[in-house]
């Protein structure tokens, strides 16, 4: 060991470089060079085909790949180089959608509307860039004309233009009955079909038998249509039933008699019938006493008629107002009674003239009027109210015939109007359910009474003494209001035992207000009194509804009644 350590000792006088140069890897003799055991393989064929299928496009029909294609090779066009100049195809590689690539158009919904129709009308648009123009027909201009910014008149005259390239030949009288084969040729083309030259197969029996029921309904349609508009121009007719209409000394048969006055102060509850007056055909809607004397009756009726009875007299009908062409639903005397209103469903308002049945004006809105009534201040007789289907309270002028108010704060259809403090306001009831209390002239609600327990109220009758309101509820009983400022509902006061529930029987006061009476639905007038709010009698009336009750304004124990069998009666 000795001998080997000194044999490869450095030596000591010898230079660094060779110190360096013997102690290295290579002049080292104990480093074996290193050897691999794999057998030697000559990739130069692998080198060559790799590169011969990296510059090769991939086949697609291939189903199997032997190499690892790249995304170039993936993407490359499939036949030759990609135009440099053509647009973003799929097989570029920017893909932002499975069938290709979409770019995104920012397009004002005005522009699009505004291109969409150009191309429905005159068959081309505007692309989203605006730089081409897309579509079958080409504009002439440069600028080319949208829908939007054509002149009126261009429009026209290519509507013109149109209209007499589409237009046919007029078509024969045939034509117009369904069961003719002109009817079906001219009406019973396609749109897709083309023009047919040939007259189509002939129609079978089925198909016959149901264009004649056609062709019948048809003319029967068309013949209720006339029928309705001769209807709509009603003819006013008035007939005279009495002796003559003027006396020997030339008196007007509605002057009252000289020596009409009220016999007692006090009222009393009638007993018996003691007249009839049957000429009805339908029931009678309403009923009233000529003013302040109640010599005469007229009566309303679902027969369309209006007729005017002697009470004191003969006890026959005086004269028959036919004006309406449907049911009449009110109506109301003038403060002298030589005029009258009446209200029908025809939508129509008449003034008519008492003596003479004609009459004087007509009114209407194009709505049904519930109820009508003048101003009862001597000078404003010429001033109509009527409460109207469509919520509406509208005021006429007579002498002008125009509209000179109207109420508008209803929920629903308005049922009776009545005067109070002195004719300055007035009370609506309407199907909302509330009273509303209104200025005169003046068309907003001062008063405005509405509770969750209140039910509709379509009659209301104001006291004698005028400080109290009767309105007749449908929940079967009647509520009394006070008249002062504040309208409050007197809850001492309460009128039952009677069934009104789903119809409008009116509520009414004897005159000397001692008394409150009113109708009901199974054909019986009920009569309370005032102070104990006891009922206080019970008459069986009529068949049916006991729709209207009036108590005669100088006969005190004298009451008529009238009902929907159509027969008015006179109690006694």
């Known amino acids: 060991m000795d001998l080997?350590?000194?044999?490869?000792?450095?030596?000591?006088?010898?230079?660094?470089?060779?110190?360096?140069?013997?102690?290295?890897?290579?002049?080292?003799?104990?480093?074996?060079?290193?050897?691999?055991?794999a057998p030697a393989v000559d990739d130069t064929a692998l080198a060559l085909s790799s590169a011969a299928s990296a510059a090769r496009p991939l086949d697609p029909s291939l189903h199997l790949v032997a190499f690892n294609p790249t995304a170039d090779q993936l993407w490359a066009p499939i036949l030759g180089p990609q135009h440099p100049h053509a647009p973003i195809s799929s097989a570029s590689g920017n893909r932002n959608h499975k069938l290709g690539h979409v770019e995104d158009a920012a397009v004002l919904p005005f522009l699009f509307d505004e291109q969409y129709n150009t191309f429905h009308r005159f068959g081309y648009a505007a692309d989203p860039s605006g730089l081409h123009i897309v579509g079958d027909a080409h504009p002439q201009a440069p600028e080319p004309d949208t829908v939007y910014n054509l002149a009126p008149s261009e429009h026209k005259r290519r509507r013109l233009l149109a209209k007499a390239d589409n237009q046919e030949e007029p078509a024969p009288p045939e034509a117009k009955n369904p069961a003719s084969e002109e009817w079906v040729?001219?009406?019973?083309?396609?749109?897709?079909?083309?023009?047919?030259?040939?007259?189509?197969?002939?129609?079978?029996?089925?198909?016959?038998?149901?264009?004649?029921?056609?062709?019948?309904?048809?003319?029967?349609?068309?013949?209720?249509?006339e029928g309705k508009s001769e209807r709509a121009e009603v003819v006013v007719k008035t007939t005279f039933h009495g002796k003559e209409e003027k006396d020997y000394q030339g008196r007007s048969w509605i002057t009252p008699p000289k020596d009409a006055k009220a016999t007692n102060d006090h009222c009393y509850i009638p007993k018996r019938c003691v007249h009839e007056w049957v000429g009805h055909t339908k029931g009678v809607s309403a009923i009233r006493f000529f003013p302040k004397y109640g010599h005469l009756l007229l009566s309303a009726s679902m027969d369309c008629k209006i007729k005017i009875w002697d009470v004191l007299g003969s006890r026959t009908c005086m004269?028959?107002?036919?004006?309406?062409?449907?049911?009449?639903r009110d109506i109301s005397f003038s403060n002298d009674g030589t005029k009258f209103l009446s209200a029908g469903y025809d939508r129509n308002i008449q003034y008519w003239d008492t003596e003479t049945g004609q009459v004087i004006s007509t009114f209407s809105t194009g709505k049904v009027p519930y109820v009508v009534k003048l101003n009862p201040d001597e000078d404003k007789q010429h001033i109509l109210l009527a409460g109207m289907s469509d919520k509406k309270i509208v005021q006429w002028d007579m002498k002008s015939g125009q509209i000179?108010?109207?109420?508008?704060?209803?929920?629903?259809?308005?049922?009776?109007?009545?005067?109070?403090?002195?004719?300055?306001?007035?009370?609506?009831?309407?199907?909302?359910?509330?009273?509303?209390?209104?200025?005169?002239?003046?068309?907003?609600?001062?008063?405005?009474?509405?509770?969750?327990?209140?039910?509709?109220?379509?009659?209301?009758?104001?006291?004698?003494?005028?400080?109290?309101?009767?309105?007749?509820?449908?929940?079967?009983?009647?509520?009394?209001?006070?008249?002062?400022?504040?309208?409050?509902?007197?809850?001492?006061?309460?009128?039952?035992?009677?069934?009104?529930?789903?119809?409008?029987?009116?509520?009414?006061?004897?005159?000397?207000?001692?008394?409150?009476?009113?109708?009901?639905?199974?054909?019986?007038?009920?009569?309370?009194?005032?102070?104990?709010?006891?009922?206080?009698?019970?008459?069986?009336?009529?068949?049916?509804?006991?729709?209207?009750?009036?108590?005669?304004?100088?006969?005190?124990?004298?009451?008529?009644?009238?009902?929907?069998?159509?027969?008015?009666?006179?109690?006694?």
């Not at 007259?199 to 089925?206: G, I, K, N, S, V």
């Open 4 to 37: 080997l350590q000194s044999s490869y000792a450095p030596d000591a006088a010898s230079s660094p470089e060779d110190s360096a140069a013997a102690s290295s890897p290579e002049s080292s003799p104990l480093r074996l060079p290193s050897k691999s055991a």
């Open 319 to 328: 004269r028959t107002y036919m004006g309406h062409s449907k049911a009449v």
């Open 185 to 225: 040729l001219h009406n019973k083309q396609s749109p897709w079909a083309g023009k047919k030259e040939a007259p189509p197969a002939e129609l079978t029996d089925e198909q016959r038998q149901y264009a004649e029921a056609h062709a019948a309904k048809k003319a029967e349609k068309e013949a209720r249509a």
């Open 404 to 572: 000179t108010q109207e109420y508008d704060q209803h929920l629903g259809a308005v049922n009776t109007i009545t005067f109070v403090d002195n004719n300055r306001r007035f009370v609506t009831s309407s199907d909302d359910k509330s009273l509303r209390v209104w200025e005169f002239g003046i068309p907003v609600v001062i008063k405005y009474i509405s509770e969750p327990h209140m039910h509709s109220m379509p009659s209301i009758a104001l006291h004698p003494n005028s400080n109290w309101l009767a309105a007749q509820s449908l929940d079967n009983q009647i509520l009394i209001y006070s008249t002062k400022e504040r309208f409050q509902l007197n809850k001492k006061k309460r009128f039952a035992g009677h069934i009104v529930a789903g119809y409008a029987c009116q509520v009414n006061f004897s005159p000397d207000g001692r008394f409150v009476m009113s109708g009901d639905g199974e054909g019986s007038c009920w009569f309370w009194d005032w102070k104990s709010c006891r009922r206080f009698k019970t008459l069986r009336c009529h068949n049916g509804v006991c729709i209207g009750c009036e108590w005669h304004p100088l006969e005190t124990s004298k009451v008529a009644t009238c009902g929907w069998d159509g027969v008015i009666k006179y109690w006694d």
